[in-house]
Every structure is written in C-alpha cells, then in structure tokens.
C-alpha cells in the first residue's frame, strides 16, 4: 500500500463542556471545512441533539481508542469525504495521483477514468465504457475503486443500476511526465 504523506481530510476533536454541549466555537470550526465531532464522556439524547445544533457534525462517547477512530476515519475519507479529497490528476502515461501517493494505471483503468472525468456526475454507459476499455466494466471499475483507495482518494465511482456508474469527484488532466 502506498505511504501517505498529506490528507486534505480535516477532523476536530472536541471536549464536551460538563452538562455535556458543544462548546461556542464549534461552529467556527466548521466554518473552516473541519468536521467537527463533540467527545462527551456520558452521552445523552438531549447532550447530543444540543451538539448537532451546535455544528457538531458527530458526537462520539469518550475514551476513543485507536481501532474506534481509525475505522471513523476511514468512514469520513470513503463515504463523507470533502470536496477537497475528492480530487484527483491523472497524466497522459496513466499515472494517477493525490496528494498523498500516486499509482500507475492499466490502459483499461486509465481509459475508463477519463471518460467517467469527461462526464463528471454524468451516467457514463456500461456499454460506452465496454467499447472505450475492451474488457468488462464492472471489473475495470472495482480495479479503479482499489486504485482510489490506494492513493487515499475520497472521489468514488457510484454504480448506478441498469445504466453505468457516475464519478463523484474531480480528475484533472495533467500532461505526461
């Protein structure tokens, strides 16, 4: 797998104040692009909704040990990821990179990748897709799906049933290396 140096995924921690809300400022956080979780030590409903309202975009109950945040960590990259980790360049020789890594991809990948960016948030058709690669999209598309995760991509390539499959994210075009 490869090393990650940078994410663009930002997540504050915060202490909940002793009747157990979110603290004033949370919601500035959020103003800067940060997911905001409030720690409290004893969650309660009411503690909780009092949070949401606060701009807490989740709240979590105290201690957080390592397996509890990696796997919400995780979550926020794949399936909540900012708009900002959802970017993606791919050059001409097919290598594909993020901030954090970079991959080289298959023909077939590579292919696939640029159509789907040619039609950002357009359904591209599995048969387009079968012409453009030459082998079965669904295969190519879960080989693109291994690729993003192996870079620390939050873009995502959403299947949509009977039609195609749809990029959520931005692959920009870079000239070859």
């Not at 990650?4 to 002793?18: G, K, N, Q, R």
């Not at 103003?31 to 975009?57: D, F, I, N």
């Amino acid at each position: 797998m490869a090393a990650h140096v940078a994410d663009d995924l930002l997540v504050a921690f915060v202490a909940a104040e002793a009747d157990g809300s979110a603290p004033l400022e949370l919601r500035e956080t959020t103003r800067e692009g940060a997911y905001a979780v409030l720690v409290q030590s004893a969650p309660t409903a009411k503690g909780t909704l009092t949070a949401l309202r606060s701009g807490a975009g989740f709240v979590m109950a105290a201690p957080l040990g390592v397996e509890r945040l990696v796997s919400f960590l995780t979550y926020l990259r794949d399936v909540a990821a900012p708009a900002s980790a959802q970017i993606l360049d791919l050059d001409e020789s097919g290598a594909l990179t993020t901030p954090s890594a970079s991959v080289r991809l298959s023909d077939a990948e590579a292919k696939a990748l640029r159509a789907l960016a040619d039609r950002r948030a357009v359904i591209v058709p599995r048969p387009d897709l079968l012409r453009l690669t030459g082998e079965d999209p669904r295969d190519v598309i879960e080989s693109l799906r291994a690729r993003f995760r192996e870079v620390g991509s939050g873009a995502q390539i959403l299947k949509v049933p009977h039609m195609g499959f749809r990029l959520v994210g931005e692959v920009r075009l870079k000239a070859g290396a």
